[in-house]
Every structure is written in structure tokens, then in C-alpha cells.
């Protein structure tokens, strides 16, 4: 059986723009979500909007249709943690993140020529959180993006991607790969986009062009961690066979004059490798050091036992 998927583009209005993803296993174990309707665009508070006496967490129409919450500027994994604990589970235990390093500079050394282009200031950061929910595990990612005027009169903030799961321990591994296929996998149909621009007044493609780079950093994240992992993907696939031919008989299994076959089926044997949520994958046995990502995926570290770059995940957790 295939995992049940819904999903599509929602517009509550002229210019918000949702891009819904819902996913679930087949025995629903794990559940997976990317963006959610239900979040606005935030203003920073101001000068204007102390002087109507519109309190943080308020909900202000904009005149345009929609409505903005006045609430300060929060980086990604702020943000995620905070989603964790109203919308997936306010009872979240052993929560860890922060923000993604390297595809933070990223971000912001990209956006950087598009807001002198438009005279404005662009502030994004990308960022995770891994937590418990009772007996199950979950993460979020999210990149949340500031865009105000030099002068800092007006300042609005957006959730320019968010997703994550929830997923039983024993599900977890498909719920990271899956996750991590969703982001790494996720493009907009740019005729599509360049249409919605256009509606929302932008004449100059600037909206095109920031969420063309949120994509590609993201995709480009996951890439990067995915060609981490490679190595001892391809050294696990090499087991499999080889121990599918053995188990085929003496003709599929039979070593050469130097012993090969018996030699390639030892060095090639698995291990079960499981971290501080409970979440386990089953990895190359001849790298010593496997450490889980926020996700939950796991990647081989440097023998010296350290973690792999911080800049790279917010949270590094040593399987056992």
C-alpha cells in the first residue's frame, strides 16, 4: 500500500498563497505536513501601531483583504518550536534545534542583492526542532523571512516554509527519508508563480525571485545532506546483494581464489543504530560513529567521535 496524500494551493484571499502538502503511511504510524493555512503574515510592532493601541498578538486588517498579527520578528527555529507547542503538541518534551547555519548564509548572502535592488531590508533564517510527543517523535523545519524599510518605520515578517512530522520511533526513518524527499524534492511551477505576482502588484518579479532562492537553498540543503549520506547508502545496497547471493546457493556464492565473496559479505555486515528519541535506522556496520540530524536521519561522523558540522544541523544526536 502507497501513503495516502492530499494537498494543493490555498488562497484565503487575493494575496496569501498556501502550498499545502498532508501525507500518511499506510497504517498511519507517521503523519506528515508541509505549510499550514491557518498562518498569517506578522508586523513587527511600531510606532503606528502602539499609537492605536494594537497589543502583540493581535489580529489587524491590512486593507487589502487580509489580516496581519502584530507579534516580533522570530528566526526559524523560534518560530517551529512555537508551532510545536500550539498546533502539534503542546504536552512536547526533550525539545532541541536552533537555526541551520550554512543554509542561513545563504539565504540572507542571496536575498541580499534583491533588496538593494528594491531598497529594502531582507532578514531569513532557517531553522529545526526534534521533540518527544508521548511515545512518538516529531520535527519541524521553517524559514521565516523579514522584509522593512531602511528606516525601520514598518517591518513584516512572513513563514516562507514550514513542514514536519509526527511518526511512532519504529516509523521514524521512513518519516525522515520522506520529509527530507518533500523539501529536497519541492519546486514551484513558475508560470503559476509568475502569475500570482503579477496579481499581487509585483510588476518586478521580486516575489518570483525570493521564492525561487527559499526553494533552491532548501533543495541544495538537502542534496548536500543526502550526498553524505551516499557512501554508506551504496555500502549497505552492496550488502543486500551480497548476502542475496549467498543465500541463492553455492553457484551465486561461491568465493574466487582469494576468498572475495566471504570477505565482501563480512566487511559489508548492518547494525541498528537508535538515538535520544527513540528513532533507529539501520546503517552500515563498519563506520563506528552514526549521528541522527534533527530529522532523524543518520549520517556517518569522523572517527575522532565528534559530531558532523553544526553548521549543517541544529541538532546532532549520537546513535548508541
Known sequence: MDWTISGGTVRPNRIDAHYIVRAQSPDGSAQLFMDDPGILMREVPN????????????????????NLVVEPYRPGDQFAAEYVRQSLCPSAAMMHGGSIVDQTKALNAQLGSIAQLEGKTLRAEAGEVSFKCGTRAGYVYAITVQAGQPDGAVSIWGVYRIAGYLANPEASAAAAESINRMLGTFQMNQA???????????????????SNIITQTTVEREQSMSAAMRPSSENSHRNSEAVSNAAAGPAASAPDTNGSAREGIAQLKTKKVCDELGRCQTVDANVTNWWSDCSGAFYPGPDSGSPPPASQSACWSKGH
Open 47 to 66: 510606532q503606528a501601531t502602539r499609537a492605536m493601541g494594537v497589543q502583540i498578538g493581535q489580529v489587524m486588517p491590512t486593507g487589502l483583504g487580509t
Open 192 to 210: 503559476w508563480l509568475r502569475n500570482y505576482a503579477q496579481e499581487c502588484g509585483d510588476t518586478a518579479g521580486i516575489m518570483v525571485r525570493e
